[in-house]
């Protein structure tokens, strides 16, 4: 009897432990209401900026690629990476050898023309100009002797040009960043023995902005600059270029290559090839009210919010301004410390 009197009552104990469980989650769940089905915000003020945001590298304003016009003997390379280089500095040079023999003997060549023609000139036809001729035949006879003379004339000049182009030069100051062949005593083309040399006074970081977002930046705009390698940094420079002509990105995609002038490089902190993002302010707004972008839906052509108030949900109508890729600015519809719902509770 004992027995059967303690295992009642250890089942009504249970029962009332159930009962009161579910007394108190009803109770909290009526408590908490509307309010806790959802993810809700704050309508606030605050200042709002729109921005183009791209990436990008680090790139010289000044860069040039230097190549020899011919193929020949590589005879004397004067630089290293690295070095510092002056406007019109000799870098490299090929065998003249072959060059040189051949202008030495068009320079006889036009001495044998020059005399030729100084003497059918002046001996044969004394010293008459071909529009002086007496005769059709003296005048054509006179203006071939000439054309002659120009053409060994032309002959020399080229041949010394070739001579001289077989010395490369920059044509600016920098630093020679890469050299394709730094050896010399090897034959090579101009294809394989390329010079890069930059000037490293003024650099650029060069992005690719998508072509949606084009018509919002110019020239002139200040641009903010975070590089990779200087994570604590921002650097603040102007827009120097948007191409006119749009590129096909990797992606398959429509951009326009921009470029932003960034600051002194004194220290040579910028170096090439360095990696980071820019982003340009294109509109902004102050002390406005402001919503996250997840709030806002449409409908009907009408954009809507849901307003949580007195635990009961009711649906507004907004007209909206400015908008980020977060946030959304209210200008009608809604008053700041209102809850909107953003998200319903998983």
């Known amino acids: 009897m004992t027995w059967l009197k303690s295992r009642i009552t250890k089942k009504l104990v249970i029962g009332l432990i159930v009962a009161v469980v579910a007394i108190v989650w009803l109770v909290n769940a009526r408590a ?45 390379v004067g630089v290293e ?58 005048k054509r006879i006179l203006e ?8 060994a004339v032309l002959d020399v000049e080229l041949k010394d040009l070739a001579v001289r182009l ?13 050299i394709d062949t730094p050896y010399a005593g090897i ?14 006074k003024a650099m650029l970081f060069k992005a690719n902005i998508d072509e949606a977002d084009v018509t919002k ?31 096909t990105t990797k992606g398959g995609g429509t951009a326009f290559v921009t470029e ?26 102050e002390n406005v009210l402001v919503v996250p972008s997840e709030a806002v839906y449409a409908k009907n052509g009408t954009n809507y919010v849901k307003v949580l108030a007195d635990d009961k949900v009711s649906e507004v109508a907004v007209t909206t301004g400015l908008e980020t890729d977060q946030e959304i600015e209210i200008l009608t519809g809604l008053t700041s410390g209102q809850k909107v719902i953003t998200s319903e509770k998983k």
């Open 32 to 76: 908490g209401g509307q309010a806790a089905k959802f993810e809700t915000a704050t309508v606030a003020r605050k200042d709002l900026a729109q921005a183009v945001s791209a990436s990008g590298k680090v790139k010289a304003q000044e860069q040039v690629d230097l190549k020899f016009q011919t193929s020949g003997l590589l005879t004397w």
């Open 81 to 138: 990476e690295g070095d510092r280089v002056k406007k019109w500095q000799a870098i490299a040079k090929l065998d003249t050898r072959e060059l040189q023999k051949t202008l030495e003997k068009y320079l006889i060549d036009y001495s044998g023309q020059r005399n030729d023609f100084e003497e059918t000139w002046r001996v044969t036809y004394g010293g008459k100009r071909p529009e002086q001729a007496l005769t059709d035949t003296v």
């Open 144 to 151: 071939k002797n000439q054309w002659d003379l120009q053409k």
């Open 166 to 178: 077989a010395t490369l030069t920059t044509p600016i100051d920098g630093i020679v960043t890469h």
């Open 187 to 200: 034959n090579i083309t101009p294809a394989t023995a390329v010079f890069s040399v930059a000037n490293p």
């Open 217 to 247: 930046v110019k020239e002139g705009q200040e641009a903010t600059v975070a590089l990779d390698a200087f994570p604590e940094e921002k650097f603040t420079g102007k827009i120097s270029k948007v191409n006119f002509e749009a590129i």
């Open 260 to 285: 932003v002038l960034l600051p002194e490089n004194t220290d040579l902190r910028f170096k090439i090839g360095l990696n980071g993002e820019m982003e340009v302010a294109t509109a902004k707004r």
